[in-house]
């Protein structure tokens, strides 16, 4: 297979940032219209209820997926230090800790799913009037989540590896095979709440077994690694994957904020909206993960170029990763925050048929959700920054006042002051308040 050659020490940064980035791009920009294509398919074809159910389920896969990024991201940027390093055989050990961790992990979130099904679904704001429709989301969903976990942590592993095009082609077989079946299984077979799902599990396990087929027989230097079966030999491992998790636990806590701000959304648009609220809410729910995406495309296309030239030991090279990084995450924030604004009827469309009242409740507030996309932008470009620098702390507590400390406060305070316009800005909010003290710290650590 032909390799696209990164020299991430030599190359220009700008040079290097845009061979990652648009391919990153690209393959986001599948993910985002497949999260678009579900929506539209389940809201028009079933109803308005199934994308409450949805919205009911989507933490759980976000969790997943957190754990999966928080792997890939904690591997990656150790991975990249030890490659700048010249230990081949190091970056491929801690490659394989951290799959067989995340198998590991996920065969636990999968059997406590299926013995602890209705009492999760409560937990994650269910009604009885979703728990039906939730509940077939949530078991067809749940055979595909290993696999699902091999594409989250081999994108920036195979990135690190010199090869993002393959990376950005994981990314759209898996979206277009996900948007076929959600159309087939939905409206020619009528499967309804539960095709959506079945769609989604397959596209996770053929993208998952592109991850696995690279490393085979296509990777240059990341390949599996047969590990010892010795004491010390898992003390070393359970030490590697220890420290890989706290590498990516910021990225993790990304998701798990998504998740948090869905599970705390349908709260509070349940109470003071009903099922309609939620519905409406769940549109705010699928169009996020486009301002996310978009905004990860930036971090995770700097992260190998920042975090090999930091293990190279060239912060001159790291700070102009940084920079390029930055504007472009201006750049793209804006333009998000745009369209939000001056599309908010026709996005809205997308999801729900205009004579519900869901329609008019999402209409009137994705303009103000949209808000918050230029300073998640900056913010999930810092973040990523620091967690490339092996800045663990600072990662960690920027991601949690972002996505828990702020949000969660804001979500139920903001509606008291100024009504249904308050929930949807409880996000915003949070993003411009962390994106303060992130700036504040910024400033104050280059002046001494």
């Not at 991430?8 to 290097?16: D, Q, S």
């Not at 300073?375 to 967690?387: H, S």
């Amino acid at each position: 297979m032909e390799k696209d050659r990164l020299d991430f020490v030599n190359e220009n940064i700008g040079k290097l940032f845009r061979s990652i980035f648009f391919p990153t791009l690209i393959g986001m920009a599948f993910n985002s219209a497949l999260n678009i294509c579900d929506g539209m398919f389940v809201g028009h074809g079933v109803g308005s209820n199934a994308l409450a159910a949805i919205n009911i389920v989507a933490p759980l896969f976000l969790i997943c997926a957190g754990l999966g990024l928080m792997f890939g991201i904690g591997a990656s940027v150790i991975g990249g230090i030890r490659l700048a390093e010249g230990n081949v055989t190091a970056a491929r050990i801690i490659m394989t800790q951290a799959y067989i961790a995340g198998a590991v992990i996920f065969g636990l979130v999968i059997i406590g799913s299926l013995l602890f099904t209705r009492p999760l679904l409560y937990l994650l704001g269910c009604s009885p009037v979703l728990e039906p429709l939730a509940t077939d989301y949530l078991l067809w969903l749940l055979p595909g989540l290993v696999f699902f976990y091999l594409q989250c942590a081999g994108m920036m592993l195979i990135r690190l590896d010199g090869s993002p095009r393959y990376a950005m082609s994981v990314q759209i077989v898996g979206a277009v095979l996900n948007i076929f079946l959600d159309w087939y299984m939905v409206f020619p077979l009528g499967l309804g709440i539960k095709g959506a799902s079945m769609a989604t599990s397959i596209s996770c396990i053929v993208a998952g077994a592109m991850v696995v087929a690279y490393f085979l027989f296509f990777s240059d230097k990341l390949k599996f690694y047969r590990l010892h079966l010795s004491i010390e030999s898992l003390r070393l491992s359970l030490r590697n994957v220890g420290y890989m998790a706290k590498i990516g636990l910021a990225t993790f806590i990304a998701e798990l904020a998504i998740g948090v701000m869905m599970v705390t959304g349908n709260y509070m648009f349940l109470s003071y909206l009903g099922e309609a609220g939620v519905a409406a809410f769940s549109v705010g729910c699928y169009l996020f993960p486009l301002i996310f995406s978009v905004s990860n495309a930036v971090a995770q296309s700097s992260q190998p170029i920042i975090s090999y030239n930091y293990g190279a030991m060239q912060p001159g090279r790291v700070l102009e990763a940084l920079k390029i990084a930055l504007l472009t995450a201006v750049a793209c924030g804006a333009l998000i925050s745009l369209g939000m604004w001056t599309g908010s009827g026709l996005l809205a469309a997308i999801f729900l048929d205009s004579a519900e009242p869901a329609f008019h409740i999402a209409a009137s507030g994705l303009p103000l959700l949209g808000l918050c996309a230029l300073p998640f932008a900056l913010n999930i470009t810092f973040i990523g920054y620091y967690q490339s620098c092996e800045r663990a702390t600072r990662s960690i507590i920027y991601m949690m006042l972002r996505g828990i400390i702020f949000m969660i406060p804001g979500f139920i305070l903001l509606p008291g002051l100024f009504g249904v316009p308050g929930l949807w800005l409880a996000l915003p909010l949070s993003e411009v308040l962390t994106l303060a003290v992130i700036a504040l710290a910024y400033a104050w650590a280059r002046k001494h």
